[in-house]
């Protein structure tokens, strides 16, 4: 291959090493100029699905095993590798190397196979696009970005990018004796790392996780850092998980949450490095929601049971315009310096509010958020009460309903995470999520939770859009599957092979 080639991979799985991409093979950088396509090297399946014809509700049709991998030695010995494209590949784990910029992985699966200190898809370097992947099977993350450059006391840029990804943990090194932390996605040693549209789901049989992790972090996380991290999630989502929603580091700073759900979780945000949080919804958090292996497991939850804590972190914060109900202890605990008002709390078995002190902002509301617009954990109802409860006249909870960031785009450039005018409803290619899914090899159960067979609410096959809509009881909206914008996207045209 040369740059800006593209390379069509027939359908079949590939299992010799001649197809590993290591620091010793790796495709040409593309040309970086042009736009689409024309600025990558691109390696792509022949047949994708949900692309030209071929139906969504199926695997990859391309995938490398065995002693063909991607590894994380990608790039520790230097080479620059960037503007490359892969396009509808499934891996058993992938990791890039830290000089590694501008790669795009478009609608590629990687379904961890590893025990120990492993990550399902890791990207180190700086300035990477993830789009429409996902990850799940075993490794302690699902989503790692990392920064090798800090073994020198240096920070890369970082700036990478998932744009709807969906993680699933379904096992973290069972029987491993050495513990190390588990999440879903994981930002580490990594400057402005970004997340939109992104979903950790079902993650919720601990007993098929290490007995004595050093923490179960957080679904979202950012683990010991210093310095202006800016961990940015928009529009995300996490369901049935076994951990807290989110847990950044004190040091950190310049974090941003805005349009986030959290629902049936161990607990809620832990904000101890500087965060600006707006329009969070977060509902029923507690241990006691699921099935942990030990007392010892379940002492390592971080943020359990709780809605918000900052550990009294001593670096601002604020909080605003969001709902918390439905947990098994506080509302909002050790708050610090966390400025915070226009918040609804229902259903608070702790304090609703505690330390420094127990006097509360004045725009506070306690009636059920149920009853008053929040019937669905992606939107509040219009006319509701919630639709004009919160600061300046506009709504309090999360707003979950359209794509973010023109689809391609990397981070920084324009548009990269503005609201898009195509909703996201129906998921963009859910059918095929599931499908890949259910075919973990590494938990008793791959057809669990969204990937399950049966009915809806709505009286329709569980999907991926049903399962997430009606978590809080109500049937999916008919508008859902009537009116919106389920074309995937097009395939190049006019395409030459070199």
Same mark, same amino acid.
């Given at each position: ?153 240096? +920070? &890369?840029? *970082?700036?990478?990018? =998932?744009?709807?990804?969906? %993680? ?7 029987? #491993? @004796? /050495? ?11 990594? +400057? &402005?790392? *970004?997340?939109?549209? =992104?979903?950790?789901?079902? %993650? ?7 007995? #004595? @992790? /050093? ?284």
């Amino acid at each position: 291959m040369t740059s800006g080639d593209t390379l069509i991979i027939a359908d079949g799985e590939y299992t010799t090493s001649n197809n590993t991409i290591w620091q010793f093979n790796y495709p040409p950088s593309g040309p970086g100029t042009g736009t689409g396509d024309e600025r990558f090297t691109v390696i792509r399946a022949e047949n994708i699905p949900g692309i030209n014809g071929v139906p969504c509700n199926q695997p990859l049709k391309v995938k490398f095993s065995g002693d063909a991998k991607f590894s994380d030695q990608a790039g520790l010995a230097g080479p620059h590798v960037s503007w490359v494209k892969f396009w509808g590949i499934r891996w058993e784990g992938i990791g890039t190397g830290s000089y590694w910029d501008h790669i795009y992985f478009k609608q590629v699966a990687s379904h961890g196979i590893a025990d120990g200190n492993t990550t399902t898809f890791s990207i180190t370097g700086q300035y990477n696009l993830l789009e429409d992947c996902i990850a799940f099977g075993k490794g302690r993350y699902k989503f790692l970005f990392y920064d090798n450059s800090r073994e020198n006391q240096t +920070r &890369g840029p *970082g700036n990478n990018l =998932c744009r709807r990804c969906i %993680s699933r943990q379904d096992w973290a090194k069972k029987e #491993d @004796p /050495t513990p190390d932390p588990i999440a879903g996605f994981c930002s580490y040693y990594n +400057r &402005g790392s *970004g997340f939109l549209n =992104c979903v950790i789901i079902d %993650s919720d049989l601990p007993s098929e996780w290490m007995n #004595d @992790p /050093t923490e179960l972090a957080g679904a979202f996380y950012q683990p010991v850092d210093e310095g202006p991290h800016s961990m940015i999630m928009k529009g995300c989502i996490v369901v049935n998980t076994a951990m807290a929603a989110y847990l950044n580091r004190q040091g950190s700073s310049g974090h941003v949450i805005e349009d986030f759900a959290g629902i049936h979780l161990a607990g809620g945000l832990g904000l101890q490095g500087s965060t600006d949080a707006d329009r969070v919804t977060l509902v029923d958090l507690g241990v006691d929601n699921f099935v942990y292996r030990s007392t010892t497991q379940v002492s390592t939850v971080l943020i359990p049971d709780d809605g918000v804590n900052s550990f009294r972190g001593d670096i601002p914060s604020t909080f605003h315009d969001s709902i918390i109900s439905d947990t098994k202890d506080d509302g909002m605990d050790e708050l610090a310096n966390i400025a915070n008002d226009y918040i609804q709390m229902y259903a608070i078995k702790g304090s609703t509010y505690s330390w420094p002190s127990s006097a509360q902002p004045p725009h506070f509301y306690y009636s059920n958020p149920q009853d008053d617009g929040l019937r669905y954990p992606l939107r509040i109802e219009s006319n509701s009460a919630l639709s004009s409860r919160g600061s300046t006249g506009g709504q309090i909870g999360a707003r979950i309903t359209h794509r973010l960031g023109i689809d391609g785009t990397f981070k920084g450039e324009p548009n990269w995470d503005t609201e898009q005018q195509v909703s996201l409803w129906p998921w963009p290619l859910e059918d095929w999520i599931k499908s890949e899914m259910k075919t973990s090899q590494y938990t008793p159960n791959p057809q669990r939770g969204f990937c399950a067979e049966g009915t809806g609410l709505n009286g329709s096959p569980i999907t991926l859009t049903s399962y997430l809509w009606e978590y809080l009881g109500s049937p999916c909206p008919d508008e859902i599957y009537g009116s919106s914008d389920t074309t995937p996207p097009e395939a190049p045209k006019n395409l030459t092979i070199k």
